[in-house]
C-alpha cells in the first residue's frame, strides 16, 4: 500500500457516510489502535475505554438503538443542543445539514426523509465495525472529553492512512444506557461517542460531497 504524506492524510479524509460490507481484518484494526495509542493526554492519564463491535454484537447493538430512538429512550451522558449554536458557528451548521441533505435527494420539506437519513446512525452507515469511547469521569470532564477527542482524530487518520473510512458520530452518545447494556460495560464509564468504520462504498452519492473549511484568517491571531 502507498504511503501517503500526513498533508495527503489529513486533508483527504472525510465523513463516510455509506460503507462496503467487507471487514477490515482483525491485524490492521489492532495496527490502527496501536497508532491511536500514541495520542497525547493530560498527565499522560490516557483515559480512552474503546470497545469495538462487529459481526452479531454489532448487529444486536443496532437493533437495540433503532428501538431506543423509536422509543424516544435518549440517555446521554453529556448534553447536546442543536440550538445553541450562534452566529457563524451557526451558519457553518446549517451549510452542512443543506450540503448533507442535497447530496442524497432529501428536500428541506421531506421531514419522512430527513427522518431516515438519521436513521442511518443506528445501523451505523453499514459499516462492519464501530467504535465505542467512554471515558471516566473527572471534574467538569472538558480535560478528558478533549483527550478523547485527541485519540478520535487519531484513530480516524490512522484508518484514512490505511485507505479506511470512518465517520465520528455524536448521535450514539445519545443512548449511553443503551450501550453500555448490550456491551456489558460499567456505568462508571462515561459514553462520549462512536466512530463507524469500514472500506467506504465509492459510489455512493452521500460520500461524494465535500464540506470546505474556512481560511485560517477566520479562525487564527498571530500575536508578534
Known sequence: ?????????????????????????????REVLEDAQYTPSNCNTQPWNVHIISGDKKNELSKALISANEEGNHTPDFTFDMNAFYGLY????????????????????DYE??????????????????????????????????????????FLLALEARGIGGIPQTALGFFADTVRDVLGVSDELKLLFGISFGYPDKKAPVNNFRMGRDSIENSVTFHR
Not at 10 to 29: A, D, G, H, N
Not at 131 to 149: C, E, T, Y
Request: glycine content about 6%; aromatic content about 12%; proline content about 4%.
Open 1 to 29: 500500500m502507498p504511503i501517503k504524506s500526513f498533508q495527503e492524510v489529513v486533508r483527504s479524509r472525510q465523513s463516510v457516510r455509506q460503507f462496503l460490507s467487507t471487514p477490515v481484518k482483525e491485524e490492521v484494526i
Open 113 to 154: 426523509g430527513r427522518q431516515q437519513a438519521a436513521t442511518k446512525n443506528y445501523n451505523f452507515f453499514n459499516a462492519p465495525h464501530v467504535a465505542f469511547l467512554f471515558m471516566p469521569s473527572f471534574g467538569d470532564n472538558v480535560r478528558v472529553a478533549s483527550d478523547i477527542g485527541m485519540y478520535g482524530q487519531s
Open 90 to 109: 451557526s451558519e457553518r451548521k446549517n451549510a452542512h445539514g443543506k450540503a448533507f441533505y442535497e447530496a442524497q435527494g432529501i428536500a428541506r420539506e
